[in-house]
């Protein structure tokens, strides 16, 4: 079950909830959570608040992030916003401007 | 390369979905989803809102007008409430329809919009032409009954006073109407209505003298 895709010539404008995994390569403005993994892959462009158990950006992100458990950016990826998360990794060749709280 | 864009069946969507490509739905959309390309409503899936792609494919549940470029085809199992256009449309015994079905062989992507936006506009138009006119009338006749000059200000006014009501009750539209084929009556009528409108402010009479005595001679009669 590959959950849901968003491709990459797909926009959607609004609010994605997902109970399963949720893989970004096209464009998303309002909000994105799911209660498991979001992908959001290069070329995606995500302008929301992401709120998930487990992230990673490739593309890139403008909003604050939420993840109950890791947030990978990844390089190459892009995010500006606060990040919450117990554990965060930031790849070399990523940009991030943000604030972090990872729940010390 | 165009990757196929798929909601599952767990995810929720509000908002409006748009771009190239296939798109399959097993999960719930409220809002539009306008794609080129072919769109899958599956079983269990449930659309909200218009879908126009170039093929659609249903088998799940749609409350929205449907329309496709191409093949518009509802499987056995598919409920749709809304109007189905399309060049080519099939309907599956155990699907189910309630709407208005319309195939067309030519560009039918642009015409179920216009359809859809024709209904509503001609049905805002006609109001709106009518507190037009009705606008319009009031609006011509303090003109010519601003024969006495120093009365404008009082014939705007009363003409405000006159389509107040004019507004709200459109019975009364047809006296007035026939006011202005008889001038002569209308100035009667102007006055009359100032004095019981404007009964507070009589000082804005005196300020211009010689009208206001021919208009105390009117009063006085």
């Known amino acids: 079950m590959a959950g849901t895709v968003i491709g990459e010539e797909l926009t959607i404008e609004g609010e994605i909830t997902s109970d399963e995994e949720v893989v970004i390569q096209g464009t998303v403005r309002g909000s ?8 959001i892959l290069s070329g995606a462009v995500v302008e929301a608040d992401v709120t998930a158990a487990s992230l990673s950006v490739a593309g890139a ?30 790849a070399d060749g990523a940009s991030f401007k943000g604030n972090v709280d990872m729940d010390v | ?31 539009d989803v306008t794609m080129t390309g072919q769109v899958v409503v599956a079983a269990d899936a449930a659309v909200r809102g218009n879908v126009s792609a170039t093929e659609i494919q249903v088998t799940g549940s749609i409350a929205g007008n449907l329309s496709a470029s191409d093949i518009l085809m509802l499987n056995p199992g598919a409920r749709v409430v809304g109007d189905l256009a399309g060049a080519r449309i099939g309907i599956a015994e155990g699907a189910l329809v309630r709407g208005l079905v319309r195939t067309e062989g030519e560009p039918p992507l642009a015409k179920p919009a216009g359809v859809s936006a024709a209904r ?21 006749r303090p003109a010519p009954a601003a024969l ?21 009750e459109p019975p009364p539209d047809s006296s007035p109407v026939s006011e202005p084929e008889h001038p002569a009556p ?5 006055p009359k209505l100032e004095r019981s409108a404007d009964g507070p402010p009589p000082p804005v009479v005196p300020s211009i003298k010689g009208q206001v005595k021919a208009k105390k001679k009117f009063r006085g009669r």
């Open chain 1, 32 to 39: 994105l959570s799911s209660t498991d993994t979001i992908q």
């Open chain 1, 61 to 90: 992100v403008t909003g604050n992030v939420t993840a109950t458990d890791r947030v990978d950016l990844q390089a190459g990826g892009r995010l500006i916003g606060d990040v919450r998360s117990a554990r965060l990794t930031i």
């Open chain 2, 1 to 31: 390369m165009r990757s196929p864009s798929t909601i599952s069946a767990t995810t929720v969507v509000r908002g409006n979905i748009g771009g190239d490509g296939s798109l399959e739905i097993l999960g719930r959309v409220e809002g």
């Open chain 2, 120 to 140: 509503p506009a001609v049905t805002a138009a006609k109001p709106a032409v009518a507190p037009r006119a009705a606008f319009a009338a009031p609006a011509a």
């Open chain 2, 148 to 168: 006495p000059r120093p009365s404008p200000p009082k014939a705007n006014l009363s003409a405000t006073a006159h389509e107040r009501p004019v507004m709200h």
């Open chain 2, 186 to 190: 209308a100035r009667h009528e102007m």
